[in-house]
């Protein structure tokens, strides 16, 4: 059966002081949203509607990037879970099948945990995901009545005898969708809070004889983001997983606790990564492949074979072919570098191609900007590039071509040619010993007055 995906984003997060929405706040480089997104991806959902309030806009806009199909909903005022999710009702309109809905701010769901409570629809009409809480604190929490969910109470309208309850509510539901609205029809808002809480579809569910059963999880899957402390514990535990699913994948990483991951990052099987890499969004290497200590990494392709720093800074759209070397102190960012091409020291090579074995000399700079526009620079196979050579792009070098040290390469140099750009040598033969005498001299005759 299909299923659908409502992903509540509305809220403002009040409680992590910011101008950001809540779900934008990012976590392994990616927005909150975005995990939240992801974990529902599991299920292969038809639709997927993001319910907006604070910030709509950029919520909808990182929403897009996360999957272009994505159906937005706005709710202009926020009076609580189940007012959010009837703003879906226009997008899932037409939808046959179940609908789960999942909180922006609550990225740690597992795939998994969303299967099993889609197996578990084949016994109940409503299905709740639920936690043991180590500390309930101001969670909801389930009222139970053998295998049956009889209702949700909420913390602020709990008796102390329901405070008591150490089975809480993560707030992911899943029903078919036609009955989730229905019952979203039923909810009122005469409660400590005036809000329409989604939680109360479970009494009316049970009022019609429906039954409403909870799926368990490990409390560290629920976690909820609603401060920076929080947001700070959930990098920590965000690391943790994937440095540990690296690891499974057989990726060496040397001191795995000061390496860090992004949400997308993908590493093959015997790469190395040395100590104190950060990974950004959208980097993927490839099996045996290198990154040396101290290296910083976003946007970019790192072929088989290829080396990485120590030291290295690899930017968005850096493309490593097999067997480049890259050294330390050098940035790449926007170019290809071709099979075996090796930039060793100190360099900058930005909107670039590099051809394949082409060797570039340390403190080679491309001087891609004009302070207007960026400029390419092309440069054939096996080209050597004198060490500390300019190429003021636009500029193109032909295979097989050299520049010397020090060159500035204002213009292009053919196949084979040798480029020299730079001012010629003069000697004046004895004038350092003449003038170090006139120097010291001097120095001697200020001591004396
Ligand atoms: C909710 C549950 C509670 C559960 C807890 C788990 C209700 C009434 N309560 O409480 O049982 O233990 O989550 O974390 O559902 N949102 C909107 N629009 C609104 C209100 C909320 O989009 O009008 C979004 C928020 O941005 C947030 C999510 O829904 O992502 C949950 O709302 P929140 O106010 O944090 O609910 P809790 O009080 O935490
Ligand atoms: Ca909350």
């Known amino acids: 059966m299909s299923v659908s995906l409502v992903i509540l984003a509305a809220g403002l997060g009040s409680r992590m002081n910011s101008e950001r929405p809540k779900v934008l706040h990012p976590l392994g480089g990616a927005p909150l949203l975005a995990h939240a997104m992801r974990a529902g991806a599991a299920l292969g959902p038809e639709r997927v509607v993001v319910v907006t309030g604070h910030g709509a806009e950029a919520v909808a806009k990182a929403a897009r990037v996360e999957d272009p199909d994505v159906l937005i909903a706005h709710q202009v005022e926020q009076r609580g879970t189940a007012h959010a999710v009837a703003q879906a009702r226009q997008g899932l309109d037409g939808f046959e099948g179940d609908a789960v809905v999942l909180y922006g701010d609550t990225p740690f769901v597992t795939g998994d945990t969303l299967e099993r409570m889609r197996d578990a629809r084949s016994k109940h009409a409503v299905v709740v995901l639920g936690f043991e809480a180590a500390d309930p604190g101001r969670y909801g929490r389930l009222v139970m009545q053998g295998d049956q969910l009889e209702r949700i109470v909420e913390f602020k309208d709990a008796t102390e005898d329901e405070r008591a309850i150490r089975l809480c509510n993560s707030g992911v539901v899943c029903a078919d969708a036609m009955t989730l609205f229905q019952l979203i029809d039923g909810v009122g808002n005469e409660n400590a809070s005036g809000e329409y809480y989604l939680t109360d579809i479970v009494a009316i569910a049970r009022q019609k004889g429906l039954s409403v059963g909870v799926v368990r999880c490990d409390e560290a899957e629920t ?41 997308d990052t993908v590493i093959g099987r015997d790469a190395v990564v040395g100590p104190n ?86 403190g080679t700079i491309t001087c891609n900007y004009d302070g207007v526009f960026k400029h390419r620079t092309t440069i054939g196979k096996r080209v050597f590039i004198g060490s500390d050579t300019m190429l003021v792009a636009p500029v193109t070098l032909g295979d097989d071509a050299m520049t010397g040290s020090g060159s500035v390469i204002t213009g292009d140099v053919p196949a084979g040619a040798l480029a020299l750009g730079r001012a010629k040598q003069e000697n004046k033969p004895g004038l350092a010993i003449r003038l170090m005498e006139r120097l010291r001299a001097l120095k001697a005759k200020k001591k004396e007055g």
Do not use: M, W
């Open 223 to 263: 976690l909820g983001i609603n401060t920076r402390a929080e947001l700070a514990a959930a990098e920590t535990a965000f690391q943790a997983r994937k440095r540990a699913e690296a690891l499974d994948d057989g990726v060496t990483l040397i001191a795995p606790e000061t390496i860090y991951f992004a949400l």
């Open 277 to 362: 890499v950060v990974f950004g969004p959208g980097v993927t290497i490839e099996s045996e492949a290198t990154i040396r200590a101290y290296c910083h990494l976003e946007g970019c392709h790192v072929s088989r074979g290829a080396t990485v720093g120590p030291f290295a800074r690899l930017r968005p759209g850096a493309e490593l072919a097999e067997d480049v070397h890259i050294g330390n102190f050098v940035e790449i960012k926007n170019a290809i570098l071709d099979e075996g091409a090796k930039v060793n020291h100190l360099s900058y090579i930005g909107d670039a191609d590099v051809g394949e074995k082409t060797n570039i000399g340390a």
